[in-house]
Structures are given as structure tokens and as C-alpha cells.
């Protein structure tokens, strides 16, 4: 590569030689992480692409030999589907309710454990233990230990002997989830919160602002961010609650509690209905993508990344 560059004491200009950035580089950089690119590929988009297949057949599975061709009437018995509507209802109801309060139970164990007192790494470390059982054992230790009509200790304190996964199944669902996920948030806004720049707080502690001015107009602003991204990572897997609703009310009292992938899954392994479930997850995906889409392009102008990038 030649550059023009004038000469110091002819004030000519004279042709410079520099040195070629080497090519390939990038691809030296990128090579290590190509099987795990093909591995992903071979893991996620080719079982998509045969399900997008089966989406546009008539297949059960209890009638060998019955697929065929039907084009998009599948996708047109999905939307006609009473059921599906059902499930999306409370696919929506659910994600929305239990991010919101898990995020706000978040905001204020994070808000408590920023203050210095005696036992803070102990306290954490309880507060985090929900989030490190496992979704399945979470589930059947609200069932039987919580819920439970006889046993539970629900009925125990409040007295009573409420069945609650039979009058409230959406609702003790929802609890159990939050009670997951709520340490999830917790952690996220802590980092947030212990990212603060102290020197902002001590100024305007001295300039005389309260503690909920502080939080107001200077606490939340910054954890905008952290808010922003707790909602879009907790949706994402809180939309995809299938333990909790197999385990403890498998979807009932009859359509009360079911989701969408608890739906999915039974009329794929309990209807044995290939290309119907097949198009109810192509839907599902596609509609988890179009929302996943508006909020990764909101958290990308609140952090600045498209700023950089021509």
C-alpha cells in the first residue's frame, strides 16, 4: 500500500511505502471458533429446518403412513385453535407478571444488600440458593412442601385446607417461578448498583438531596441498563417454563395453567400430532424473534453499540 506524504525539505511530495496489513487475519482469529459454530448449526437450525418441513404436513403418528402434503393449513388450524389462543393468553399473562414482580422482589434485595451490615456475604449467599436448584427439584419442593392441601405449609400458617394447584394454578405456577428467577434479577441489579460511581452519591449527599431523590434521579437512570437487560434475559427463559407447570399442575385444571411449550409438547408427545406441533413452534419462534428483535435493538441504542458501527 503507497501513501502520498509531502517531502520535509523539497516540500515535494513523495510516494511512501507501508507495510500491507496481512490478509486473513480475521479468519486466523475466527478459525478456533468455527466447530463450535458447526456444532450449533448442526444442534439448532437443522432440527428447525425439518420441523418447518413437518409444519407443512399432516402427520400423526398413531396412523403409519398417513403423512402428506397439506400446505398451510396447519398454520391455519393453529390460529383457529381455541386451545392455542388459551395457551398464548397465559404464556403472556405469566412472563409479563413474573418478570415484573421478580424484577421489582430484585430491586429491592439488591437495594439491601448494597448497604454494608453484618452477615452480607452470608445473607447472599441464601438469597442466591433458589436460583442454583434445579427448575424440576424447584417445582416438587413447592408442590409437596408449599402447596400441598394436607401437608403444605401454606395451610399450615394460614390455616385452612386450601387445595392451591387446583384453585389458583396459574397463580402458584407464577409464585414458583418468581421464586426461581427473583435472585437472577437480585444479582444483575447488584452489579449495577456496586458499578455506581461513589463520588455522584457523596455530592449529592452533600449538596442536601434525600435518599429517594438520590434513587430518582440518579440510583435508577443508571440502572436503566441492568433493568433493561434482566426484562429481555428473563422473559427469554421465563417464556420457556415447562418443569413447573409438568410438575406440579400439568396444565390444568384443564387449560388454566398450560403454556405454550407445555401445549406444544402435548400434542406432539401426548396427541402425537407431528405437523400440527410442528407449526405451533415454528409460530412460537417466529413471534419470539419479532419481540426479541424490538428489545435487542432498544438495549442496543441504550448501551451505544450501533454508535460505533458504519
Known sequence: MTTVAP???????????TAAKP??????????????LLFTIVVTQIPFVVTVIYSFQSWNLVRPGSA??????????????????????NTVVLTVVCVLIALLLGLG??????????????????LITPFLILPAAGALLWKTTMFDPT??????????????????????VMTQIIWQWTPFMMLLLLAGLQSQPKDVLEAASVDGAGRWRTFASITLPHLSRYIQLSVLLGAIYIVNSF????????????TASTNLPYYIYQRAFQGFDVGQSSAMGVVVVIMTLIVATFALRLMFRTFDVSRGVK
Open 243 to 254: 418443569d413447573a407447570i409438568f410438575l406440579m399442575t400439568q396444565g390444568g385444571p384443564g
Open 68 to 89: 402428506h402434503f397439506v400446505g398451510v393449513q396447519n398454520y391455519i388450524d393453529v390460529f383457529t385453535d381455541t386451545q392455542f389462543r388459551t395457551a398464548l393468553i
Open 109 to 126: 434485595l439488591a437495594l439491601l444488600l448494597d448497604r454494608k451490615f453484618v452477615g452480607r456475604g452470608f445473607v447472599r449467599t441464601l
Open 7 to 17: 517531502s520535509l525539505r523539497t516540500g515535494r511530495t513523495t510516494r511512501t511505502e
Open 23 to 36: 490478509r486473513g487475519g480475521g479468519w486466523a482469529r475466527r478459525a478456533p471458533l468455527l466447530p463450535a
Open 151 to 172: 401437608y403444605g405449609l401454606l395451610n399450615f400458617v394460614f390455616g385452612g385446607d386450601t387445595d392451591w394447584l387446583s384453585e389458583f394454578p396459574l397463580g402458584s
